[in-house]
């Protein structure tokens, strides 16, 4: 079984900055395509960024690109979001998504198996 754990989240002020990690279990990591995508108070899930098996290709969302840098370490089993010039419309529940069978860099919820529990990122004005 699968496990995905994410954390990093929390308050920020517009401007800051915020890493979110994702913690896989199992020895597989590396076969896994990974996704980022985040949830706001009424709205769907959405997608955030993605990254291949090697970390060769990544792939984000035009709102966040230029800002946001998603990167993944297979020896520690880890997806990283880096999250910079972070705004208000950033807040959001954050979750983490695996799959060993997607294309890298799939966008829809529905290509994902595996999912984390989600963090909450909060930017404050």
């Known amino acids: 079984q699968v496990q995905l754990v994410e954390s990093g989240g929390g308050l920020v002020q517009a401007g800051g900055s915020l890493r979110l990690s994702c913690e896989v279990s199992?020895?597989?990591?590396?076969?896994?395509?990974m996704g980022w995508f985040r949830q706001a108070p009424g709205k769907e899930r959405q997608f955030v960024a993605a990254?291949?098996?090697?970390?060769?290709?990544?792939f984000y969302d035009v709102s966040v690109k230029g800002r946001f840098t998603i990167s993944r370490d297979n020896a520690k089993n880890t997806v990283y979001l880096q999250m910079n010039s972070l705004k208000p419309e950033d807040t959001a529940v954050y979750y983490c998504?695996?799959?060993?069978?997607?294309?890298?860099?799939?966008?829809?919820?529905?290509?994902?198996?595996?999912w984390g529990q989600g963090t909450q990122v909060t930017v404050s004005s």
């Open positions: 199992g020895r597989t990591f590396s076969s896994y395509a």
């Open positions: 990254i291949s098996w090697s970390g060769s290709n990544t």
């Open positions: 998504a695996a799959d060993r069978t997607i294309v890298p860099g799939a966008r829809d919820v529905a290509s994902y198996e595996y």
